[in-house]
């Protein structure tokens, strides 16, 4: 290949080298609580990570098997944090375990419901501090997650945040969907986030328009009841050091009130919406009118 | 070398010293910059999609009569919005100490 041969072939490489989106490489180093073969999912509690986050305890998929099997939960281990897709996608590479010792000391985690068990129906105060229960809404297809508003991780509540509010925004287009389905975001955060701050926190996210709470409620509720909650969905949250880890949970719960589908820390609103309005249509209770709230 | 040349390079020589001591960060300024690469860099420098709004970059910050929110850029209303938050931006209550805020503005004011 001559020079004016190469020239165009290495102008096309440029050309598409920068195409690509950009990876973003992290060190992490932490101890694994929970290994979810299904997902090939870990569990890790790690410390700070500059440029990424301060110390946490999130989920990660392991892509690679070699690196995934291996673990189990106690084990420390170093690895990689892979980013791409603008923040969208994230895994870990090159798993390496460097202390096997505390295998024994990590208690089993809480069984989570299975797909089609009844979500339990627990009563949660919302963002104008009136009481419901998760059961208030059958006839409809409710998406439901778990955030705390001081969350200071984009690639967490602010994204589920974030991505609510445009499955919000989208289903509103159709009136229709938008009065088969509701949006429950829980914070496990009920000594911070009381209802008036939900109700601030909420309003960011509805262009300031209190409206939109009627389809999609901010809500917490007491210490108690919300550990059954997140145990029921799998939710795992500690407090430590001023601030609260804890994995990522999306649970799409039938019109009929059961499990209908569980999300970690890998989906899109795409295709959470696509789960919403397929639930909407296959509910066999007849939607309701909006759920009965006692006024004032 | 005669003395016009020894003059030139002292005065040089003296130059430099004095922008290198003028350009090397305080302790609160260099500390400030290592928590905003953990709480602040992920949003404000290299946001992820997904987010509502997309965070303001911070160069500049106090170059500017108003911060992006519109308020006075002034240090009182900068450590309000850290200490709790505005729209989407979490509150950083209970999770960065009054010397860490300190040493924050003292990192914000260096951005140009």
Same mark, same amino acid.
Request: with cysteine; glycine share 6%; hydrophobic share 35%.
């Given at each position: 290949?001559?020079?004016?041969?190469?020239?165009?072939?290495v102008?096309?490489?440029?050309?598409?080298?920068g195409?690509?989106?950009?990876?973003?490489?992290?060190?992490?180093?932490?101890?694994?609580?929970?290994?979810?073969p299904?997902?090939?999912?870990?569990?890790?509690?790690?410390?700070?990570?500059?440029?990424?986050?301060?110390?946490?305890?999130?989920?990660?998929?392991?892509?690679?098997?070699?690196?995934?099997?291996?673990?189990?939960?106690?084990?420390?281990?170093?690895?990689?944090?892979i980013?791409?897709?603008?923040?969208?996608?994230?895994?870990?590479?090159?798993?390496?375990?460097t202390?096997?010792?505390?295998?024994?000391?990590?208690?089993?985690?809480?069984?989570?419901?299975?797909?089609?068990?009844?979500?339990?129906?627990?009563?949660?105060?919302?963002?104008?501090?009136?009481?419901?229960?998760?059961?208030?809404?059958?006839?409809?297809?409710?998406?439901?997650?778990?955030?705390?508003?001081?969350?200071?991780?984009p690639?967490?509540?602010?994204?589920?945040?974030g991505?609510?509010?445009?499955?919000?925004?989208?289903?509103?287009?159709?009136?229709?969907?938008?009065?088969?389905?509701?949006?429950?975001t829980?914070?496990?955060?009920?000594?911070?986030?009381?209802?008036?701050?939900l109700?601030?926190?909420?309003?960011?996210?509805?262009?300031?328009?209190?409206?939109?709470?009627?389809?999609?409620?901010?809500?917490?509720t007491?210490?108690?009841?919300?550990?059954?909650?997140?145990?029921?969905?799998?939710?795992?949250?500690?407090?430590?050091?001023?601030?609260?880890?804890?994995?990522?949970?999306?649970?799409?719960?039938?019109?009929?009130?059961?499990?209908?589908?569980?999300?970690?820390?890998?989906w899109?609103?795409?295709?959470l919406?696509?789960?919403?309005?397929?639930?909407?249509?296959?509910?066999?209770?007849?939607?309701?009118?909006?759920?009965?709230?006692?006024?004032? | 070398?005669?003395?016009?040349?020894?003059?030139?390079?002292?005065?040089?020589?003296?130059?430099?010293?004095?922008?290198?001591?003028?350009?090397?960060?305080?302790?609160?300024?260099?500390?400030?910059?290592?928590?905003?690469?953990l709480?602040?860099?992920?949003?404000?420098?290299?946001?992820?999609?997904?987010? $509502?709004?997309?965070?303001?970059? /911070?160069?500049?910050?106090?170059?500017?009569?108003?911060l992006? +929110? #519109?308020?006075?850029?002034? =240090?009182?209303?900068?450590? $309000?919005?850290?200490?709790?938050? /505005?729209?989407?931006m979490?509150?950083?209550?209970?999770?960065? +100490? #009054?010397?860490?805020?300190? =040493?924050?503005?003292?990192?914000?004011?260096?951005?140009?």
């Amino acid at each position: 290949m001559n020079l004016r041969q190469l020239i165009p072939v290495v102008f096309l490489g440029i050309l598409l080298s920068g195409c690509q989106s950009k990876t973003k490489h992290y060190d992490l180093r932490g101890q694994v609580l929970d290994k979810n073969p299904a997902t090939n999912q870990i569990t890790v509690k790690h410390g700070d990570i500059p440029g990424f986050m301060p110390a946490m305890t999130m989920s990660y998929s392991v892509k690679d098997q070699n690196g995934f099997q291996p673990v189990e939960p106690g084990d420390v281990i170093t690895a990689d944090v892979i980013m791409a897709n603008n923040g969208n996608e994230y895994w870990l590479e090159n798993v390496r375990i460097t202390d096997e010792s505390g295998r024994k000391t990590i208690k089993p985690t809480v069984h989570r419901l299975d797909i089609g068990e009844r979500v339990p129906d627990l009563t949660l105060v919302n963002q104008d501090g009136k009481s419901f229960r998760l059961g208030d809404f059958k006839g409809k297809a409710v998406l439901l997650t778990f955030i705390y508003t001081r969350c200071p991780v984009p690639t967490f509540c602010l994204r589920l945040s974030g991505q609510f509010a445009k499955i919000q925004d989208d289903l509103a287009k159709t009136p229709a969907d938008f009065a088969k389905t509701h949006l429950v975001t829980i914070s496990f955060d009920p000594k911070y986030d009381t209802p008036p701050v939900l109700r601030k926190y909420g309003l960011a996210y509805l262009d300031n328009d209190p409206a939109g709470f009627s389809h999609w409620d901010f809500a917490s509720t007491n210490a108690g009841d919300l550990r059954k909650i997140a145990d029921a969905f799998g939710l795992e949250y500690f407090e430590e050091e001023n601030q609260i880890s804890h994995s990522m949970v999306i649970v799409l719960v039938s019109p009929e009130g059961t499990v209908a589908k569980y999300w970690s820390t890998e989906w899109t609103t795409a295709e959470l919406e696509d789960a919403l309005r397929q639930q909407e249509k296959v509910g066999i209770v007849p939607a309701q009118a909006d759920r009965q709230r006692k006024a004032g | 070398m005669n003395q016009t040349v020894r003059y030139v390079i002292f005065t040089a020589l003296s130059a430099f010293a004095w922008l290198s001591v003028g350009s090397s960060p305080s302790a609160s300024e260099q500390r400030g910059r290592e928590l905003f690469d953990l709480h602040c860099a992920f949003c404000h420098e290299d946001p992820p999609a997904g987010l $509502k709004k997309q965070p303001p970059k /911070l160069e500049g910050v106090f170059k500017a009569k108003h911060l992006p +929110s #519109g308020a006075p850029a002034t =240090d009182k209303q900068v450590r $309000k919005t850290i200490i709790q938050g /505005l729209r989407t931006m979490p509150a950083f209550d209970q999770r960065l +100490s #009054g010397p860490d805020i300190n =040493d924050l503005v003292a990192y914000l004011h260096t951005l140009n």
